[in-house]
């Protein structure tokens, strides 16, 4: 039986997190350096981690375990956002960094893994916690589990678990493979899919505002929602990851995962509790209550662009075809936006529109809730500025809530304007807010799953985009269709002009 | 100097300054925001340095967006009391907008302390949290301070400012009997402490030797056990006792600064040998048997205690324990 720690103090400090091992596949790679170890490191210097945390870096690079630590030592100087570097912190941490080389299709890595986990256990008392986390090619996700599985390594005397990084599949099927070749290893409950935009803080505080208030949720419906607008835009362009987008695609790469995550955040009916198979439960739910579109649906409820070439800021901007490792044809899209509906009583009729891509105007996330107009005019037209209630959740940046209103101009006479009443994030709490992998990474270590994907939902997100990847791979389309640094297809615009609305100009 | 304040028109100042900045934005920006989380009153000596207190809560308002009244106590015998209002406003990184904050002065002679309450009570922000920070340890449990502790939902003080460390906790646990949620930052320090000896105690390995422990030595400087040592012993052997251990909690003067090592150890040493200990710079050191890590461990400054205190409006049952517990043992003593 666990014996209670009852030196805990939840008011003063945050939740204290059991020793273990955490082994990164993929440990040479560029999310381990730029996101995992600095966002473990910090996670240190917070005070979070146990004394005897280790991590085990794995990947084929031979390498020793000092010239592991000198490597990541030089990522985290590099990559730590928002905090200092502490040569005092680095020097405990680092004892904890161990490297074992090896090729995940060979067992006798497995092996080797297998008696440095032994030592680590002995030596820094683990109690048999290992988080094995797949940082690799997606490609050797299945190998790298099944490695696991025939070392024995996936049970121990402490817990093992399994986090695992998107792309979770490229389609329906290969997704349904890839979940029956982790589970032939790990229990789905112990399989961890992260999809990191659900542990930014802002997406997390959609919840708080939705459940934590009463006088939102009785609005949150087809009755006083009009429509909802999902934006994610990125002024940059592919940055040298031309030869992966160039499979993946803005519909695989950003709207199957993260979007249709934000947008079950949303539109999920109030778990009972917050614990973790009651909330991914009703988002699953949700997931699976996306209409999916008939094939002849998806030419006028899913748009599909790609950048060319322009001059922003008086620099030249290569189109996508253009830049490096790109099919100079290349028929993917770098843009896509999409309608969806959802097929319950609480949102039957109410378009979801989701949009994203490449090269847009300007970097932003963000929710908007359009509400209905008021249902009776009472001051007339006041030239356009009676206009509907709107709701801004904001992700990135500047994260915060809005909610802009009509309200009576100073003077005579009964002069309308829209005003805007602002939650800034950053204003009401000046602390800094964890990384999303900070987030993560603690919640899998402390087996709190709430802000993990799980196989249902992946399933669903990936059966609601499976006819419009269907539709587009058999469309031939006329590419490059929007300038880089403008704000899409002009068919974007016009799929939401046939509904009465449009897109809100950020 | 005045000898009344009229609260009316602080709060006409007050509406003024923000007609102002709204002006002062014309068309081209995009606004001020104006937070605001709680009202903080602050009672500080006039002589204190008045930057010193502006600096921490011109800090504390990005944390905790408050309206602020500050209370300069001026040591005089004649009744002189009068108000000033201003904003405490900044630019958050990389944003374009500025947040705003209100902030009154009164200043009051010792002789008219006792009318500031009145003056105090229509300037809270209806419905947020009040808290009462005092800086002035000779006010505590003074008949100004109570009534203003009166409207406040929790009060804050720094016990480590009371001349005899044992007699502070001995009052401070009688006025938080009578019904006062109270906080002390001489507690507030502990935290990183006692975060540090949690984690030590989340490992079952360790956890399950805690009944076995025989006893826990504090070092600290100085020949008398100042709060913050009384605090971490009585909250200690109150962590002890619920698993099942009473060992002998001492504590002892050693040459460091601040509270300087805290130490388990069982009767048998193989068991579980644990110490946490400040070392040099901001760094602790965490000792369990032979292993060793290190983390940050920056000195705390008013800032940092008072934005942990004022995150918890609420009563804090683990320290009404730890304070009833210690002033407990200053009686046996």
Known sequence: MPVENPFQDPLRFERRTPECTVVIFGANGDLTKRKLLPALYRLMYERRLAPGFAVVGVSRTPMSDDQFREKMRESVVKFLEDSPFDEGVWEGFSQGLFYVSGDVQDPELYKRLAARLEEIEKSRHTGGNVLFYLSTQPSQYGAAAKGIGAAGLARGKGWRRLVVEKPFGHDLESA????????????????????????????????????GNGIFEPLWNRRYVNHVQITAAESIGVEGRGAYYQEAGALRDMIQNHLLQVMATIAMEPSGVFEPTAVRDERAKLLRSIRVMKHE???????????????????????????????????????????????????????????????????????????????????????????????????????????????KQPGAGMKLRPVSMDFNYGASFGERSPSAYETLLLDAIQGDATLYSRQDMVEASWGAVTPILEVWKATKFDFPNYPAGTWGPKEADEMLRRRGHEWRKI | MSTTIQPDRILRELSELWVTFGKQDGDQS???????????????DAKENAAEVGETLASLMRDHPSRAIVVRVLDDAKPELEARV???????????????????????????????????????????????????????????????????TKTIIDSAAFPDAGSALRRLSQVASSGLVLGDLAWTRLTRWRELIAQIFENPDYSSHLPAITSVTICHPGENAPATVRYIAAWLVLCLERAGSRPAVRWKPEDCAGLGRIEFTTADPS?????????????????????????????ASDYDLLREELSIS????????????????????
């Open chain 2, 271 to 299: 068991l579980l040998n644990a110490s946490v200990r400040k070392l040099e710079g901001s760094i602790a050191e965490v000792r369990v048997n032979s292993l060793i890590s290190r983390t940050v461990f920056p000195e």
């Open chain 1, 297 to 407: 649906e998806v030419h006028t409820n899913a748009v599909a662009g790609q950048y060319g070439p322009a001059r922003i800021g008086g620099v030249d901007v290569p189109g996508f075809r253009q830049e490096p490792g790109v099919d100079p044809n290349s028929q993917t899209e770098t843009y896509a936006a999409i309608t969806f509906f959802v097929d319950n009583w609480r949102w039957a009729k109410v378009p979801f529109y989701i949009r994203t891509g490449k090269r847009l105007p300007k970097r932003v996330s963000e929710i908007a809730i359009h509400f209905n107009p008021a249902p009776h005019s009472v001051f007339g037209n006041h030239n356009g500025e009676m206009q509907p209630n709107l709701l801004i959740l904001r992700i990135q940046p500047e994260e915060g809530i809005s909610l802009k209103f009509v309200s």
């Open chain 2, 30 to 44: 995009t606004g001020v925001l104006r937070a605001c989380a709680m009202t903080l009153v602050v009672v500080a």
């Open chain 1, 176 to 211: 349904r493979a890839l979940s029956r070749e982790l589970q032939e290893v790990f229990p789905e409950s112990e399989v961890y899919r992260i999809d990191h935009y659900l542990g930014k803080e802002t997406v997390q505080n959609i919840l708080a505002f939705r459940w």
């Open chain 2, 314 to 333: 609420g009563r804090d049952a683990v320290f009404e324990a730890a304070l009833a517990r210690a002033a407990e043992s200053v009686e046996e003593r």
């Open chain 2, 86 to 152: 201003f904003a405490q406003c900044w630019m958050p990184l990389g944003q374009r907008r500025q947040i705003c904050c209100e902030q009154i002065e009164i200043s009051s002679s010792n002789i008219s302390l006792a009318d500031v309450p009145a003056v105090v009570l229509p300037l809270i922000v209806a419905d947020l949290p009040v808290i009462v920070w005092s800086k002035i340890p000779r006010l505590f449990a003074t008949p100004a301070l109570e009534a203003l502790s009166r409207l406040a």
